[in-house]
């Protein structure tokens, strides 16, 4: 198990507003530390980049 929630999961959401309004994105956070990002319905995903977590609150975590 990671010491995180995040490590490990896929991460989706949309924008409501905004240049990006009504497109959705998805984030895969791997166990060997890296993360692959793309536009659901859109581009092929990005190469693998290193990502870390921080806790910034009791169950609240940024990539």
Same mark, same amino acid.
């Given at each position: 198990?990671?010491?995180? /929630?995040?490590?490990?999961?896929?991460?989706?959401? $949309? @924008?409501?507003?905004?240049? *990006?309004?009504?497109?959705?994105? &998805?984030? *895969?956070?791997?166990?060997?530390?890296?993360?692959?990002?793309?536009? *659901?319905?859109?581009?092929?995903? $990005?190469?693998? *980049?290193? @990502?870390?977590?921080?806790?910034?609150?009791?169950?609240?975590? &940024? /990539?």
């Amino acid at each position: 198990m990671s010491a995180d /929630p995040i490590t490990g999961r896929t991460v989706r959401w $949309s @924008y409501v507003d905004g240049p *990006v309004a009504g497109k959705h994105f &998805e984030h *895969v956070f791997a166990a060997d530390g890296t993360e692959r990002f793309r536009e *659901v319905d859109g581009a092929a995903p $990005s190469g693998a *980049v290193p @990502y870390q977590v921080a806790r910034i609150g009791d169950d609240v975590f &940024e /990539p």
